[in-house]
């Protein structure tokens, strides 16, 4: 059998199989720790040493900078070479300028700025939208405007509105698409407060001449249309394809128009987290139907959990039936990885579950949001580094961080901290509700919690050996009384 070695590790019988076979479309299910990235690599690494490809003519896209960062070391350390490593924008960006196309990139954060400045300026003094808003928040129109923006529900619809412009825009829709999702939705006020914001966010772009980051993959994606355009590329590889949108989708089908290049995705839907920014996992469950022949892989054991830990977080998050049925298996073994900390004060459960876990072993505190750790240590004397590497003074030869459960994704540790497992607004699940405005541009009906579901399987995958989740006793996240009488969980009352 052909031995490829990825940083040190020796690629398994199902690793090796998308790698040998180098079908033209390939669709790559990985599991959680089931190594996908040396898989990638190796794939990288058998068609360079065989001279099937040159370095050029690959082009490697994931998210985020970090991925793409980490993929290019991984990339020249393991092949030797240097291979085109984008995010989505960057190579757009790469082949706009290429082409002599001109742009100027919006600021980051305008869709925000813009929602924040519509109602701090009492929409423009509208008062068609200020009803509307007065509605939505469910204050008597007689009431101070002070009471709408002082709301417990203004972080929730500012959030709400922010999530479906993002969508509406990744699934490449345009004013007279919102138009019609109005008509057909008279009755729902918070469409026409989202109608003027989405106008206000495209014209203050078109006054400044410049573009976000879903423009710009439209205006390059239309630029393939319409010009002749000679790319490099023969391979393309899509890491984290899960997350993708269609608008991005769009842009890679042009690319492969263009390029008649093999298409290789990877990915997993059970960690499809970002649809708040997005993605359409429509896109990942229907793959096989855009291209012909399409060879799928399936990674399906672990090197990062234990079997119990996989076998129980798989049994949760295949209750949704929207998803690619998976068996992951490890052949490591620990009796009772999950461990279910009911407390009545959590004021020193903290510092309690700490001094259970040994020092050489290195923790992540997981939290829902940013601000769950606040609640947990305010009585406790800790101090935080840039990278939000936490010494607590009690723990000073402690190594532990604290990260939200998205921001996890993709890391692992020795151990992790769950924190947050309560029945509350934001707790987790959040209880904040979007689904009903969103089903306007959903491809799909969604499970309920379908994406918090989701998200606590992540959580619950970071770790290679014990997890201990903080559950407040008399009033548990509907997850946990889920998971409580499952056989690889342990109940411990502190």
Known sequence: ???????????????????????????????????????????IKYMLENQLIKPEEICMISFTNEATNNLKKNILKNCHVEVPTFTFHKLALDILKKEHVSYKIARPDLLEFTIQEFFETK??????????????????????????????????????????????????????????????????????????????????????????????????????????????????????????????????????????????????????????????????????????????????????????????????????????????????????????????????????????IPEDKEIFILGRNHFDLKKYTKNLTYSMKENNEITFFKFPNRKIRFLTVHAAKGLESDVVILLNLENTLYGFPTLLKDEKILSYIKNQQPYPFEEERRLFYVGLTRTKSLIYVLIPKFNPSCFIKEIKKDKNVENLFL
Not at 3 to 22: M, R
Not at 28 to 42: C, D, E, V
Not at 286 to 300: H, R, W
């Open 1 to 43: 059998m052909t031995k490829i070695t990825v940083n040190n590790y020796d690629l398994d019988e199902e690793q090796l199989k998308p790698v040998l076979e180098n079908a033209k479309y390939s669709l790559i299910i990985a599991g959680a720790g089931s190594g996908k990235t040396l898989t990638l690599i190796g794939k």
């Open 123 to 356: 929409c423009f003094g509208n008062t068609f939208l200020i009803k509307k808003c007065y509605k939505i928040f469910d204050i008597p129109f007689f009431f101070s405007w002070k009471k709408v923006l002082e709301s417990a529900k203004f972080p929730e619809y500012k959030k709400q509105i922010l999530t479906f412009v993002n969508l509406f825009k990744a699934n490449g829709y345009f004013e007279k698409n919102l138009k019609d999702i109005l008509r057909k939705a008279k009755k729902e006020p918070l469409l026409y407060v989202i109608y003027a914001i989405y106008l206000l966010y495209e014209n203050d772009k078109e006054s400044s001449g410049t573009l976000d980051f879903d423009d710009i993959i439209l205006k390059t994606t239309l630029y393939l249309k319409e010009h002749a355009c000679t790319l490099p590329y023969k391979l393309l590889i899509i890491d984290e394809f899960q997350d993708t949108s269609l608008c991005r989708f769009q842009f890679v089908q042009e690319i492969l128009k263009k390029t008649d290049a093999s298409l290789c995705v990877v990915g997993d839907d059970y960690q499809s987290i970002y649809h708040f920014s997005g993605c359409d996992l429509t896109i990942f469950l229907n793959f096989a139907s855009y291209f012909p022949n399409v060879k799928t892989y399936k990674l399906e054991t672990t090197y990062r959990n234990s079997d119990e830990l996989v076998k129980t977080a798989g049994r949760f998050i295949q209750k949704n039936p929207n998803q690619v049925k998976k068996e992951l298996k490890s052949s490591k073994h620990i009796e009772k990885p999950i461990k279910l900390i009911y407390y009545k004060n959590l004021d020193s459960i903290l510092e309690r579950v700490l001094e259970m």
